[in-house]
């Protein structure tokens, strides 16, 4: 991908930007969406020879872009990028929501003349979520002492939290002291993903390490309701909880398999879906998903082990010739 130089952003993008953002769509996607625009039109400028500078692309030549276009892009980032599946797809549904705002905007344009529409060819490659072994996941968790860390109490108690419920980064960052209800061990867990209101329990052995950290936090002094704090009191910053999570990973030797925090959440949904109960539907609302197909991708895991399994059985290397000679 170009790098997006903001300086020669086209306006046009710059307002669609600016709809995203009047509609809550997090800083995150608003970034990816933006990029993967940029490119496209710049891809674009160059495939068809436009006499224009990238920033003056307006409304007018936006539509003149035709699906045979988006075709031609999406074989540039296949055979020139080398962009995989879900890559393509991912710019293609960016590049399809640009279109439909373009042309909601003009009350005599129609839906249906979106040049993405009709464009399903793409693959979505499976691809198993990385998790954590059982054993791991619990050694993870008390990965932190007084030795490697002035805040152990702390970090081990988000890596629990993590795994305990399988919340996301973003969920976890925005908790406050008031969303923990630990009488009814849960958490609760406002506009989460898909803006949807929701609660996420724990187990016991998380909530005594929750009753602990919270008698450790009550010691700092501090203004502000988060649950997890850094040493001057503030809110624990997103990226200080990925580097806690990439410390633990360190220290326990995986940090050569690239896991992230949502690696926590990824194991937090297997090992529920293999050891507890291999219920989708159930798992669904653990983790808060929108629609049954992003849960479904655990199931797949499941299977992956049988299949493992089975290779692993010593009648998989059955030797039928051998056994003939015997006879």
Known sequence: MKNTD????PDILK?????????NFSSGTITVYRDHVYEFLSFYKDYKDLDIELKNI???VV??????DIRAYLVHL????????????????AISSFF?????????????????????DITRTTKLPKYLSLDNAHKIQSVFDNKNCRNSIRNNMIISLFLATGIRLSELYNLNIEDI??????LFIKRGKGKKDRYAYYNDNC???????LRYRNKIETDSNALFLSERGERLAKRTIQYIIEKAYELMGLNDFDFSVHTLRHTFATLTYIYVKQDVLLLKEMLGHARITSTEIYTHVADKQIENAMNSNPLSDFNVKKIEKTA
Do not use: M
């Not at 903001?6 to 952003?9: L, P, T």
């Not at 539509?63 to 045979?68: D, F």
């Open 207 to 213: 909530k005594k390490q929750l009753e602990e950290y």
């Open 6 to 9: 903001i300086k020669n952003i």
């Open 63 to 68: 539509l003149q872009i035709e699906t045979s």
């Open 181 to 186: 209800i630990l009488d009814e061990n849960c």
């Open 58 to 60: 307006g409304i007018f």
């Open 15 to 23: 307002y669609f930007l600016s709809y995203l953002k009047a509609h």
């Open 100 to 120: 439909n705002w373009v042309l909601s905007t003009n009350p005599n344009l129609k839906k249906e003349e979106n040049p993405t529409y009709g464009i399903n």
């Open 78 to 93: 296949s055979y020139d990028l080398e962009n995989n599946p879900n890559t393509r797809e991912n710019k293609l549904n």
